[in-house]
Structures are given as structure tokens and as C-alpha cells.
């Protein structure tokens, strides 16, 4: 195998690779001007206009207000690592920051599933402070990821809006009934818990192949956020958009805590100072400016047809979430996760 940077950030930490090869020196020795490098990765690509508008713009922010002290050293678009990839780095200290979709890592961070808790995210997307930078949920958040030494920097503002079910013109869904036997592509696993009593067949698929699925049939739908559907042009293979709100994510900036605390107080209020300007802009502008006024025109002008469920489908489904809340509380502990849940619905 090659030596590239990144086999080594696969394989190993800086650390460990570079006293293998080279008797403790590192391979990729920090700049001697700078005081402070960070490495950052997400995989997100720019097809996905509106969640690449964030770390593109939190890392703009560090370079022009990190000062001489402060290089920044970021790899977007999966270059440097994949999707799967990043959460194992950050742990081994082989990158100092990411951006990952909360999602993708609740089996791993079982409290960003609060993020995307069917029942939850309706009030969440409704109600974006409660996620705000000094928000009791946030700071519940941050307690519990720092058992795993993680700390997440910003949760962007409050969460997207919710991911619907999107459905082939060869297999329409308009209804939780029309759900059953389906083959449904799904990424959370709240989603996943909250289909289950219908009888569904989850199938784990990346965005990038989902395209094809529905193309060859196959899968019939898709639990997906409108990103993914205008990024991945999954619009040309859809007839219906069921909008259910049933799971829902952010894009979040995380460090290990650890790092963190080590950081000097210039890099660390540059840091601050990016998180906050995430915050104030990744979701807003994500749900306000560009799905509003670019996606939604494009998606429905191609002729997917928009389904409101019923008052009697959103009490079923809202029924049957509970099994999903119960399950997750197991995961996070009991205290902890009817906290979170209070918190989100704005009843605590």
C-alpha cells in the first residue's frame, strides 16, 4: 500500500504512523510560522448547496479572523476521508475538527438522536433557539458527548427541515397504510424503529447510490431531506413527496474535548467566533432562503406531487413513536433522555 496522508489518517494517528516509519518524527510536521494548525474534513460535496454554505462559511471564518497564529487546513468533499471515516479520525486524533450530519452517528452518539426523534423534530424545527449555542438542550448535549470526550462546537442554528418519504411514480405513497411491504431507503435509525410497525423493508443505502435504487426499483421510496433529493437530482425518479415529518438532522462541527481544552485562548475565541457565526446562519439559510426559494420550485416543477398526511395518519404515526422514545431512552439513560425530550418540546 502507498504511504498518502490518507492511508495514514485511516490507518493510524500522525503520532503513530510517523514513529513507525520515521523514528517519532511526524510525517506531516506542523508549520514552524504557525502556532496552532487544525485539520477539518466533512464529506459533504458542493451539489449539496445549502449544507456546504456552512462549512464553507465557518471555515472562511477562521481563516480571516484566526490571525498569523491560526492555519487552517481543511478538506472538504470527502478527499480526505469518507463519510464512515471521520468519527474514527477525530477519536484518534488524526484530525482536530469535523462536520458530520447527526444522522449518520446516533448508533455511535446515541444523544444526537434527539435531533431526529419522530414526534420531536416537528417542535424543534418549529422552535430553532431551542437548540440555540446557550440553550439547556445544547449544553444536555454537550454533557453527554463529553463522556466520549467529544464536544459538539455549534449545532448549526437548530435542525433542517424534516426528512419526508419520497416515493417512485411506480409506487406511490400517500398514506401510512400505502407503506406497507414497501422498500424504502432509510439512513437514521429513528426512522427505521418508527417504520417498523408497517411492515416496511429498510434498506441502508448512501445518498449517492439512491439515485440507481429508485431508478432500478430498487427501493420504492426514500426517507430523505429535500438537500438530498435536489443535490442528488432524485427528483427526476420521484412521483410523490408523503410530507410526514418523520426524522430530521443537523450538520454539526465537532472536536475532541480533550483538544479543546488544550487549545490557546487566540484559536480557541477564533473558534467561538466560527461556531457563532454557524449558528447564525447554517439552518436559517438552509430553511429560510435556499429550499424556500430554490428547491421546492425546482422539485415541484418537475412534477413531484406534495401529500399532506391526514389528521388521522399524524395521530397514528404520532402514536407509535412513542415505542421509538422509549427505545432511545434505553440507549441514553432513562433521566437523560426524558430531559432531552422536555427540552425539545419546549416543556422543560
Same mark, same amino acid.
Given at each position: 500500500?502507498?504511504?498518502?496522508?490518507?492511508?495514514?489518517?485511516?490507518?493510524?494517528?500522525?503520532?503513530?504512523? %510517523?514513529?513507525?516509519? &520515521?523514528?517519532?518524527?511526524?510525517? &506531516?510536521?506542523? @508549520?514552524?510560522?504557525?502556532?496552532?494548525?487544525?485539520? $477539518?474534513?466533512?464529506?459533504?460535496? /458542493?451539489?449539496?448547496?445549502?449544507?456546504?454554505?456552512?462549512?464553507?462559511?465557518?471555515?472562511?471564518?477562521?481563516?480571516?479572523?484566526? %490571525? !498569523?497564529?491560526?492555519?487552517?487546513?481543511? *478538506? /472538504?468533499?470527502?478527499?480526505? +476521508?469518507?463519510?464512515?471515516?471521520?468519527? /474514527?479520525?477525530?477519536?484518534?486524533?488524526?484530525?482536530?475538527?469535523? &462536520?458530520?450530519?447527526?444522522?449518520?452517528?446516533?448508533?455511535?452518539?446515541?444523544?444526537?438522536?434527539?435531533?431526529?426523534?419522530?414526534?420531536?423534530?416537528?417542535?424543534?424545527?418549529?422552535?430553532?433557539?431551542? +437548540?440555540?449555542?446557550?440553550?439547556?438542550?445544547?449544553?444536555?448535549?454537550? !454533557?453527554?458527548?463529553? =463522556?466520549?470526550?467529544?464536544?459538539?462546537?455549534?449545532?448549526?442554528?437548530?435542525?433542517?427541515?424534516?426528512?419526508?418519504?419520497?416515493?417512485?411514480?411506480?409506487? /406511490?405513497?400517500?398514506?401510512?397504510?400505502?407503506?406497507? %411491504? =414497501?422498500?424504502?431507503?432509510?439512513?437514521?435509525?429513528?426512522?427505521?424503529?418508527?417504520?417498523? @410497525?408497517?411492515?416496511?423493508?429498510?434498506?441502508?443505502?448512501?445518498?449517492?447510490?439512491?439515485?440507481?435504487?429508485?431508478?432500478?426499483?430498487?427501493?420504492?421510496?426514500?426517507?430523505?431531506?429535500?438537500?438530498? #433529493? *435536489? $443535490?442528488?437530482?432524485?427528483?427526476?425518479?420521484?412521483?410523490?413527496?408523503?410530507?410526514? @415529518?418523520?426524522?430530521?438532522?443537523?450538520?454539526?462541527?465537532?472536536?475532541?474535548?480533550?483538544?479543546?481544552?488544550?487549545?490557546?485562548?487566540?484559536?480557541?475565541?477564533?473558534?467561538?467566533?466560527?461556531?457563532?457565526? *454557524?449558528?447564525?446562519? &447554517?439552518?436559517?439559510?438552509?430553511?429560510?432562503?435556499?429550499?424556500?426559494?430554490? *428547491?421546492?420550485?425546482?422539485?415541484? !416543477?418537475?412534477? #413531484?406531487?406534495?401529500?399532506?398526511?391526514?389528521?388521522?395518519?399524524?395521530?397514528?404515526?404520532? !402514536?407509535?413513536?412513542? $415505542?421509538?422514545?422509549?427505545?432511545?431512552?434505553?440507549?441514553?439513560?432513562?433521566?437523560?433522555?426524558?430531559?432531552?425530550?422536555?427540552?425539545?418540546?419546549?416543556?422543560?
Amino acid at each position: 500500500m502507498p504511504i498518502t496522508r490518507r492511508n495514514l489518517l485511516k490507518y493510524g494517528t500522525f503520532a503513530t504512523a %510517523g514513529a513507525t516509519l &520515521f523514528g517519532g518524527h511526524s510525517l &506531516f510536521a506542523r @508549520p514552524t510560522m504557525a502556532a496552532t494548525t487544525l485539520t $477539518g474534513v466533512t464529506y459533504i460535496t /458542493p451539489s449539496y448547496e445549502a449544507l456546504s454554505y456552512g462549512s464553507n462559511g465557518f471555515v472562511d471564518y477562521l481563516e480571516q479572523n484566526g %490571525g !498569523e497564529a491560526l492555519t487552517v487546513d481543511f *478538506y /472538504p468533499s470527502g478527499q480526505l +476521508l469518507k463519510a464512515d471515516e471521520q468519527l /474514527p479520525a477525530l477519536r484518534a486524533g488524526s484530525i482536530d475538527f469535523m &462536520f458530520h450530519t447527526t444522522s449518520y452517528i446516533t448508533r455511535s452518539l446515541p444523544i444526537l438522536g434527539i435531533t431526529g426523534l419522530p414526534g420531536v423534530v416537528g417542535e424543534l424545527y418549529r422552535n430553532p433557539e431551542r +437548540l440555540a449555542q446557550d440553550s439547556p438542550l445544547f449544553q444536555l448535549i454537550n !454533557e453527554e458527548l463529553a =463522556k466520549d470526550n467529544l464536544y459538539m462546537l455549534s449545532s448549526g442554528g437548530g435542525i433542517l427541515e424534516p426528512e419526508y418519504i419520497w416515493s417512485t411514480r411506480a409506487s /406511490p405513497i400517500t398514506s401510512l397504510e400505502a407503506l406497507r %411491504g =414497501k422498500k424504502i431507503r432509510i439512513v437514521g435509525f429513528e426512522a427505521t424503529k418508527a417504520l417498523e @410497525p408497517y411492515a416496511i423493508a429498510a434498506v441502508r443505502i448512501p445518498s449517492s447510490e439512491t439515485y440507481l435504487a429508485l431508478q432500478r426499483g430498487t427501493v420504492d421510496a426514500a426517507v430523505a431531506n429535500i438537500s438530498t #433529493v *435536489y $443535490g442528488r437530482s432524485l427528483f427526476e425518479q420521484l412521483g410523490t413527496c408523503y410530507e410526514l @415529518p418523520m426524522t430530521a438532522f443537523t450538520v454539526a462541527p465537532f472536536m475532541l474535548r480533550s483538544r479543546w481544552d488544550a487549545l490557546d485562548d487566540g484559536t480557541r475565541q477564533a473558534l467561538q467566533g466560527a461556531s457563532q457565526w *454557524y449558528s447564525d446562519n &447554517f439552518a436559517s439559510y438552509c430553511n429560510d432562503v435556499v429550499y424556500p426559494d430554490k *428547491y421546492w420550485p425546482a422539485i415541484k !416543477e418537475a412534477g #413531484v406531487k406534495v401529500v399532506e398526511p391526514s389528521k388521522e395518519d399524524l395521530a397514528a404515526f404520532n !402514536e407509535s413513536t412513542q $415505542g421509538v422514545w422509549n427505545d432511545w431512552k434505553e440507549q441514553v439513560g432513562q433521566d437523560v433522555g426524558e430531559r432531552a425530550i422536555a427540552l425539545a418540546l419546549g416543556q422543560a
